[in-house]
């Protein structure tokens, strides 16, 4: 058997030996991976209890804002402490005129803002009892269910139903007009994946009355007042920073210099120093200063050669040299005022070497 057979066996085996080896270690599973929710999922808490519904032939639909129709049943899956004047008289009408709301009852601070629970607060008696959990037991083998939220009281007079213990009621319906108010302690059990649990679902369909075929739901996920706040506080500020920090630097941009004010000219003189500053500005802002220096330049040598003709064969180190010599200058600072100006700084300078050596000529 030949060198390249024998690496050709070795390479097949070991190629068997890895498929062999893999089959066997490997094994199948199916998993379940929680995955966020996308699209309406994501904006809509009751996306998948409205699935349910229709799914039990319910006539459900999801809303953003209170509904117009007189619905048998309206969900409120915002805080109606939230919801301002009109919004709670559309609201209660509802409510007053024959439906059914079911609304978390928030927070024990809750009661003393908003018209909402001023109005129902004040009619049914309710307060706030502190907060407490509410273990609802399965049937065999399932764990129990536990709705944690803030407990009330209430007359009982404008009671209809309750759930709850001795320290107060955590699932409470209430007469208002012509239909009820069922305040429940949170609305995890009617959002999202709270239907996966079957304590949950059973639940649900208690206080719903999913049994009644003949009642049409509303599900309202949001409402518009409540929604562009929360939005603009919890997702909008980074784009209210940055717009913040633009704004600061386009401020500090147009500010005024600080320091100390200039002295004004004398009213005698101040028209006349404020037209050579326009002049001068004016020639400066041609050319950056050039054919202005030039001038100046020119004028100075013409000058200083009418006093030194022996300046006149002179250019250059020579010259400055010269010129320094005459009117006791240094020749550096001589040779950098007759050098082109390279910007408002070296402008100035300039002119003010040039000035001396034209007042000494």
């Not at 009892?129 to 407990?151: D, N, P, V």
């Not at 009330?152 to 955590?170: F, M, N, P, Q, Y």
């Not at 007009?177 to 639940?203: H, N, Y």
Request: with cysteine; hydrophobic share 45%.
């Amino acid at each position: 058997m030949t060198r390249g057979i024998a690496w050709a066996v070795a390479l097949i085996a070991f190629v068997l030996l890895c498929v062999i080896g893999f089959t066997s270690v490997f094994e199948r599973k199916d998993v379940e991976v929680d995955i966020p929710a996308s699209g309406k999922a994501a904006t809509n808490r009751f996306y998948a209890l409205e699935g349910v519904m229709r799914g039990m032939g319910l006539a459900a639909h999801s809303a953003h804002g209170i509904p117009d129709d007189n619905e048998s049943l309206v969900l409120l899956g915002v805080n109606p402490a939230n919801l301002d004047r009109g919004d709670v008289d559309d609201l209660l009408g509802l409510v007053a005129d024959g439906s059914t709301l079911v609304v978390r009852t928030g927070a024990p601070g809750d009661f003393d803002r908003g018209p909402f629970w001023k109005e129902v607060a004040g009619d049914a008696g309710l307060v706030p009892a502190g907060t407490g959990c509410l273990a609802i037991q399965g049937e065999a083998g399932e764990k129990s269910y536990e709705w944690c939220g803030t407990r009330v009281t209430e007359r009982a007079s404008a009671r209809i139903d309750g759930l709850g213990d001795h320290k107060g009621d955590l699932l409470v319906t209430l007469h208002y007009g012509e239909g009820q108010i069922t305040l429940v302690p949170s609305l995890d059990p009617f959002s999202g994946r709270g239907l996966d649990d079957p304590v949950a679902r059973r639940l649900v369909t208690r206080v719903l009355h999913l049994d009644n075929q003949e009642q049409s739901a509303s599900l309202v996920y949001r409402v518009d007042g409540d929604r562009i706040w929360s939005l603009v506080f919890t997702r909008g500020w980074p784009a209210m920073l940055a717009f913040a920090v633009l704004l600061l630097a386009w401020a500090v941009s147009r500010a005024v210099r600080f320091g100390p004010l200039l002295d004004s000219p004398g009213d005698d003189r101040r028209a006349l120093v404020e037209h050579v500053q326009a002049a001068g500005e004016f020639l400066y802002g041609r050319d950056r200063g050039r054919g202005l220096h030039t001038r100046v330049c020119a004028g100075v040598l013409a000058r200083a050669r009418r006093i030194d003709p022996g300046t006149d064969c002179l250019e250059g180190e020579l010259l400055y040299a010269r010129l320094a010599e005459r009117f006791d200058e240094a020749p550096a600072d001589i040779a950098r005022a007759f050098q082109p100006p390279v910007d408002a700084n070296a402008f100035r300078e300039s002119v003010a070497i040039l000035s001396r050596l034209r007042r000494h000529a």
